[in-house]
């Protein structure tokens, strides 16, 4: 009864009366730094909480998945809402202890000071909500809550009490900012990362009904542990619970029940540290529950069956990212068919995520989209230091940065994104080097209206924008599949028209769906989509009749009505600028990949058989050259190709020793190491 209790015993909390409490900058970023380390909490619940047996009855409250059909879409989906809360800072209301950890509603850890390992005691305490930024964290939140009613959703508001509504929405009309499309949650909590200890929402049964996944969430956290029921309770929602233990940072979904986590998840499921339970009254009731241990295979099989049927992926984990061990911080997807990766520069290769990171990107690329393609793997710019260098480490960038582009949360059409340095009143950074990325940031997602929040505030504790806020999709979904074109497709499509193929479902059913497109930037054309069987819509688009001299760019996008007159595009910022691009013809013209689209050889050393996925964009010709450690060139080839290939190099026809492999297109050059055993 875990949850269930901890909500009921809420209800009757009352906090003290805020007092006058001074934030220590660097204190708070200490904090946050350990006590979101897992190992740290559970320490704290072995030596501190009287250890108790495993709950009886618990299994009854396990709802489990409903027994339907259900879909998890992808974050790039239509939405209704997202989570957020403001930052609160806790505080003892007795003692001389200077800083509270709340473990159950009305109760915390006291810490003498921030730096303090151990608590001291436990006891009544206080919350004050930082509105005067003085944690550098505080505006974060508020920037936040204008952004997702600028992607036309609503800003679902977790607050201490009620009353503290008032005091969100005079802050943000301080700031300018919109404040007209809010809901308020109430709830006590430990901290801001909902993306980890929020639901995972998914539609199920023939009405395409929104529900919550709540896993369970590490140790020490019960109060963080308690939202979903908070949202079910006050907004409605059916909340569907389970006893593998997982975070949302850690789970990245491709809209077709393919799903994708690091192996930390195996570590948080393989001991028997639960979570915090109590009778709602008595201090000395605080417990936690044992749960049962996982093996790998265990854990795996139950997050195939609950999230992952078509695919379920497990990557290595980032060793030094802040202790989460969480994909979002490098992955990313645009839609169900292409991801978007962060990759750090060669100039980090040295570094342990640095080969990790790109083991894992190729892995991702080589794996099977719902229409039985390879994805599509695209690449953002890595953030810079402050004066817009190189880091000097691995550990001064984990101890002090773990910045990142690809933590960034979709709102409809707009993209809620970190970056780090002050915003101007154009919306971007004023860094010289961060406002260039982010207009990377901007070429890889098309059409989006791109926030900037400068994130500097919490540097250092392993997450940005997309680990604080929480998706809750939007009611009667138009979905929209489709395995879109991309890049150079030659003469393939020049003397037959090209197929273009979706699967659009709706509860209400759908009235039409078309596409629309041009050519070189003329005018716009329609050609209406034909039903078929299964939900399959099909057309055909007339680029035989393209008449063009090396080659011609084609833009297009899906659009479909419901019975009920719901209409979303495919992609959804269509109307801003965002189309699916591809070029019929020869490459002559179209910009070469940049370094970065190269992965890196694996396995690395190799025996047999060495392969790197390349992502050649619109298309190119590269010569090879092979060059052994003296200098000497032992082979030479050339690629020419298009779109995502993986080269292959015949590690058994070289002597064992390390190899330096150029690729050169006569205006770019990138070099891969190759070792042979």
């Known amino acids: 009864?875990?949850?269930?209790?901890?909500?009921?015993?809420?209800?009757?909390?009352?906090?003290?009366?805020?007092?006058?409490?001074?934030?220590?900058?660097?204190?708070?970023?200490?904090?946050?730094q350990t006590h979101q380390m897992r190992d740290a909490s559970r320490s704290h619940l072995e030596s501190h909480i009287k250890q108790g047996p495993a709950a009886k009855g618990n299994e009854a409250n396990t709802k489990g998945m409903p027994n339907t059909s259900f879909w998890f879409p992808g974050e790039w989906e239509e939405v209704q809402a997202i989570v957020v809360t403001p930052y609160y800072a806790y505080y003892p209301t007795q003692g001389t202890a200077q800083v509270a950890d709340p473990v159950v509603p009305g109760y915390a850890y006291y810490y003498q000071n921030y730096y303090s390992q151990q608590p001291s005691g436990i006891g009544p305490y206080g919350a004050e909500m930082d509105t005067a930024n003085a944690s550098g964290i505080g505006d974060v939140a508020f920037y936040l809550m204008d952004a997702i009613q600028l992607g036309?959703?609503?800003?679902?508001?977790?607050?201490?009490?009620?009353?503290?509504?008032?005091?969100?929405?005079?802050?943000?009309?301080?700031?300018?900012?919109?404040?007209?499309?809010?809901?308020?949650?109430?709830?006590?909590?430990?901290?801001?990362?909902?993306?980890?200890?929020?639901?995972?929402?998914?539609?199920?049964?023939?009405?395409?009904?929104?529900?919550?996944?709540?896993?369970?969430?590490?140790?020490?956290?019960?109060?963080?542990?308690?939202?979903?029921?908070?949202?079910?309770?006050?907004?409605?929602?059916?909340?569907?619970?389970?006893?593998?233990?997982?975070?949302?940072g850690n789970c990245l979904v491709d809209g077709t029940n393919m799903v994708i986590s690091s192996d930390a998840l195996y570590s948080n499921n393989y001991d028997t540290y639960g979570q915090v339970t109590w009778d709602g009254s008595d201090p000395n009731t605080i417990n936690y529950i044992t749960k049962p241990r996982l093996t790998y295979a265990q854990t795996k099989d139950s997050l195939h069956a609950l999230i992952g049927p078509?695919?379920?992926?497990?990557?290595?984990?980032?060793?030094?990212?802040?202790?989460?061990?969480?994909?979002d911080l490098y992955a990313d997807m645009i839609d169900e068919n292409q991801f978007v990766f962060s990759k750090m520069p060669e100039v980090y290769s040295s570094w342990n995520d640095y080969s990790v990171g790109n083991r894992n990107m190729d892995?991702?690329?080589?794996?099977?989209?719902?229409?039985?393609?390879?994805?599509?793997?695209?690449?953002?710019?890595?953030?810079?230091?402050?004066?817009?260098?190189?880091?000097?480490?691995?550990?001064?960038?984990?101890?002090?940065y773990t910045r990142t582009y690809s933590n960034h949360t979709f709102v409809?059409?707009?993209?809620?994104?970190?970056?780090?340095?002050?915003?101007?009143?154009?919306?971007?950074?004023?860094?010289?080097?961060?406002?260039?990325?982010?207009?990377r940031v901007k070429e890889a997602y098309p059409g989006y209206t791109i926030y900037c929040v400068d994130v500097r505030g919490f540097d250092g504790s392993g997450g940005a924008i997309h680990c604080i806020t929480k998706q809750i999709p939007a009611e009667h979904p138009v979905r929209i599949l489709h395995p879109a074109y991309h890049g150079n497709t030659g003469y393939a499509y020049t003397n037959a028209n090209a197929p273009i193929h979706a699967e659009i479902t709706n509860v209400d059913g759908i009235e039409s769906a078309k596409v629309v497109y041009r050519v070189d930037g003329g005018e716009w054309h329609e050609v209406a989509l034909t039903a078929g069987a299964n939900n399959s819509y099909d057309a055909s688009l007339p680029t035989s009749g393209v008449s063009f001299t090396d080659h011609a760019t084609v833009e297009y996008y899906i659009s479909a009505t419901s019975n009920a007159g719901?209409?979303?595009?495919?992609?959804?910022?269509a109307a801003q600028g965002g189309y699916f691009k591809f070029y019929i013809g020869n490459q002559v013209g179209i910009q070469a990949p940049a370094e970065q689209t190269f992965g890196q050889f694996y396995p690395n050393p190799a025996s047999d058989k060495a392969q790197m996925v390349v992502d050649l964009g619109e298309g190119g010709k590269w010569d090879v050259t092979i060059v052994d450690v003296s200098g000497r060139t032992v082979h030479s080839t050339t690629m020419q190709a298009a779109g995502q290939v993986v080269y292959t190099i015949e590690a058994s026809r070289l002597t064992a020793g390390q190899y330096t492999v150029v690729f050169s297109n006569g205006s770019e050059r990138v070099a891969r190491k190759l070792i042979v055993k």
């Not at 078509?310 to 994909?327: N, S």
């Open 1 to 32: 009864m875990k949850k269930i209790t901890i909500l009921l015993a809420a209800v009757a909390v009352t906090f003290g009366a805020a007092a006058q409490y001074s934030f220590d900058k660097d204190g708070l970023r200490y904090w946050r």
């Open 566 to 573: 719901k209409t979303i595009t495919k992609p959804m910022t």
């Open 310 to 327: 078509r695919a379920t992926y497990v990557l290595p984990a980032f060793q030094y990212d802040g202790g989460t061990g969480h994909i």
């Open 152 to 248: 036309g959703a609503q800003a679902w508001v977790r607050v201490e009490q009620l009353s503290d509504s008032a005091i969100v929405k005079r802050k943000l009309a301080r700031m300018g900012l919109r404040n007209d499309n809010m809901r308020f949650i109430e709830g006590p909590g430990n901290s801001f990362w909902y993306r980890d200890c929020g639901p995972i929402c998914f539609y199920y049964g023939e009405g395409d009904t929104v529900g919550m996944l709540d896993f369970e969430y590490y140790p020490g956290r019960a109060l963080d542990d308690s939202l979903p029921v908070y949202i079910e309770r006050q907004m409605g929602l059916p909340n569907f619970t389970t006893m593998i233990e997982w975070e949302g």
């Open 363 to 400: 892995s991702l690329c080589s794996y099977q989209s719902y229409f039985d393609q390879n994805y599509w793997c695209s690449y953002i710019p890595f953030p810079s230091t402050n004066a817009g260098g190189n880091f000097t480490s691995q550990s001064q960038y984990n101890n002090n």
């Open 412 to 439: 409809n059409n707009v993209i809620i994104q970190p970056c780090f340095s002050t915003v101007g009143s154009d919306g971007m950074p004023t860094a010289a080097w961060d406002k260039k990325n982010i207009e």
